[in-house]
């Protein structure tokens, strides 16, 4: 049975302040290890797919990498608007982990 | 820019009533998905619907689930018999080719089970 792990839970930064959240998973293959990112209220919207050890995504302050066990979302310089809870998802249909909840104070 | 709408966005119900929530997908996507979230926990997969079939459903899509495209356009849900740990944010998303996990998601709607 695949399952994510996601840490830390929650997460304050200032802005500017760069950090990493991570995605531990446990899978019999991947087939892809997906990131969204929830707004409250909202549906998840999608942001990178990796696809093997060694990837890399960016999207403006975002980076995703991918090793073996797990994946790190990289922020770099955040601003308020990054505040969200961002969720890793493994394989289709997506196993998703519970996320982790992002606020980054001006 | 195409989005999924859903509705209600709310529903308050009493246990053992019928619900219908209803989806409209993006215009040219052939993959649709029921996913629920409830309160404080993981998104969890129900059920994914192509070529007027399901092809996957998880252990929560029992006998009291269902889903059905009635038009060309719509996309429902429903519960027969709602029970109390039904109450959750159901989300609808779809998808244009290719079974990936490049999902397009509804706003959700929530369901509160009295």
């Known amino acids: 049975e695949d399952q994510v792990t996601q840490s830390p839970e929650a997460l304050r930064l200032q802005e500017g302040e760069s950090s990493s959240l991570n995605c531990s998973y446990t899978v019999s293959g991947l087939r892809g290890l997906f990131w969204y990112r929830q707004d409250p209220g909202k549906g998840p919207e999608f942001l990178f797919t990796?696809?093997?050890a060694g990837e890399e995504k960016e999207k403006e302050r975002l980076k995703a990498t991918l090793t073996k066990k797990e994946s790190f979302l990289h922020i770099t310089a955040p601003k308020p608007e990054d505040s969200a809870t961002y969720l890793c998802?493994?394989?289709?249909?997506?196993?998703f982990g519970k996320g982790t909840r992002l606020s980054v104070i001006a | 820019e195409p989005e999924v709408t859903q509705t209600p966005s709310h529903q308050v119900t009493q246990m053992g009533q019928e619900v219908i929530l209803r989806c409209v997908p993006i215009?040219?996507?052939?993959?649709f998905y029921w996913y629920r979230q409830i309160l404080g926990q993981k998104v969890e997969f129900l059920v994914s619907?192509?070529?007027?079939?399901?092809?996957?459903k998880s252990e929560i899509f029992d006998d009291q689930f269902s889903v059905e495209r009635p038009d060309g356009s719509n996309f429902t849900l429903k519960i027969r018999s709602t029970k109390l740990e039904d109450s959750a944010m159901y989300f609808c998303?779809?998808?244009?080719?290719?079974?990936?996990?490049?999902?397009?998601f509804g706003e959700g709607s929530r369901l509160t089970v009295l």
């Open positions: 990796l696809y093997s």
């Open positions: 215009s040219n996507h052939l993959y």
């Open positions: 998802a493994v394989n289709t249909p997506l196993v």
């Open positions: 998303a779809s998808l244009d080719t290719g079974n990936t996990g490049e999902l397009f």
């Open positions: 619907f192509y070529n007027n079939e399901i092809s996957e």
